[in-house]
């Protein structure tokens, strides 16, 4: 079963991170492409910040940036290709060799944000390897299994998840006033009214993760 996996990476030479540690409020994102090359070296970002002459001052004393070029540039937004240089590292290359994709990935927090579309879990054990043989900090923030039963899509919710909140809907325990206690939704279902508020917190929050804050990230 494929499964997809947000994980937060940290490491000194990844790319534009010596960018990102040098400006404030700059925003990064790899752009979507087709390029499914291994060896590559060269994405195109989408670069947010106020000022382009100070950016491009920052990519050029970059230790990560072998080159760059401006696509396009509108207010206070570019779009670059950039080459990285070979000390640059990337999880990208482990990625495509697990048969995996990046389904988006930006900066946060002085690293990158990475939600991955992979094959299994094995795949993700893979490259928590490779991180940690490369001294990159890998911190995986969310997990789930998608399953696809008949069409219906999981939202990132275990089946467990899944019941508990189609249960608390169903009885009331959203509504205002509710029409049913937190102890009555657990007996429905034979769970300790803790348990019972893990469940759907957890269940809130993938759902959440996947729809509504698809690309946020909990630091």
Request: with cysteine; charged share 25%; hydrophobic share 40%.
């Amino acid at each position: 079963m494929s499964i997809t996996a947000k994980v937060h990476i940290k490491h000194e030479r990844l790319a534009l991170v010596p960018t990102l540690r040098n400006l404030d409020n700059i925003e990064i994102r790899v752009i979507a492409q087709g390029n499914t090359n291994p060896g590559a070296t060269v994405f195109p970002f989408l670069i947010e910040y106020t000022d382009r002459a100070e950016l491009e001052r920052m990519l050029d004393d970059d230790s990560t940036v072998n080159s760059y070029e401006l696509v396009d540039w509108t207010v206070e937004t570019g779009i670059y290709y950039i080459e990285h240089t070979p000390e640059t590292k990337l999880i990208s290359t482990v990625v495509t060799d697990v048969n995996g994709f990046l389904v988006h990935t930006e900066t946060r927090g002085r690293g990158w944000l990475v939600r991955l579309l992979l094959p299994g879990r094995e795949a993700l054990n893979t490259i928590w390897k490779y991180a940690n043989e490369n001294d990159i900090t890998l911190a995986i923030l969310e997990m789930y299994g998608n399953v696809d039963a008949g069409g219906e899509m999981s939202y990132g919710l275990t089946d467990e998840q899944k019941a508990a909140l189609t249960i608390a809907y169903e009885k009331g325990y959203f509504r205002e006033p509710r029409d049913i206690s937190l102890d009555e939704v657990a007996d429905e279902i034979g769970l300790s009214s803790t348990a019972m508020s893990g469940r759907l917190r957890r269940g809130m929050r993938n759902l959440i993760a996947t729809t509504l804050a698809d690309d946020g990230c909990e630091e």
